[in-house]
């Protein structure tokens, strides 16, 4: 089993940029699908952004498209997503999550959870 724990968000300015990182336990990171979703007060969860096992291939939601980008570094076991020309409807607790496989680009059979970092983003 693989534990997650996110890091990096924040308070920022409509505009600006913040980077998050998920740092994983364990020396079997590179086995999982990654992912990144969010969740807005009384919304629901969503898909943000997705990562194959090498890194090559990488999805979005359309909401985010052109704005973030997921990487991952398997060397150091460490999952990112850069965001950038945020908006205040990107305000939410960040997740990142790993899982066994995808499907249309989205993370699934997922099989831990981090406890979730604060983007906030002010008008």
């Known amino acids: 089993q693989v534990q997650l724990v996110e890091s990096g968000g924040g308070l920022v300015q409509a505009g600006g940029s913040l980077r998050l990182s998920c740092a994983a336990s364990?020396?079997?990171?590179?086995?999982?699908?990654m992912g990144w979703f969010r969740q807005a007060p009384g919304k629901e969860r969503e898909f943000v952004a997705a990562?194959?096992?090498?890194?090559?291939?990488?999805y979005y939601a359309d909401s985010v498209k052109g704005r973030f980008t997921i990487s991952r570094s398997n060397a150091k076991n460490t999952l990112y997503l850069q965001m950038n020309s945020l908006k205040p409807e990107d305000t939410a607790v960040y997740y990142c999550?790993?899982?066994?496989?995808?499907?249309?680009?989205?993370?699934?059979?997922?099989?831990?959870w981090g406890p979730g970092t604060q983007v906030t983003v002010s008008s």
């Open positions: 999550a790993a899982g066994l496989g995808a499907s249309q680009g989205i993370v699934n059979g997922i099989i831990s």
């Open positions: 364990g020396r079997t990171f590179s086995s999982y699908y």
């Open positions: 990562i194959n096992l090498s890194g090559i291939r990488t």
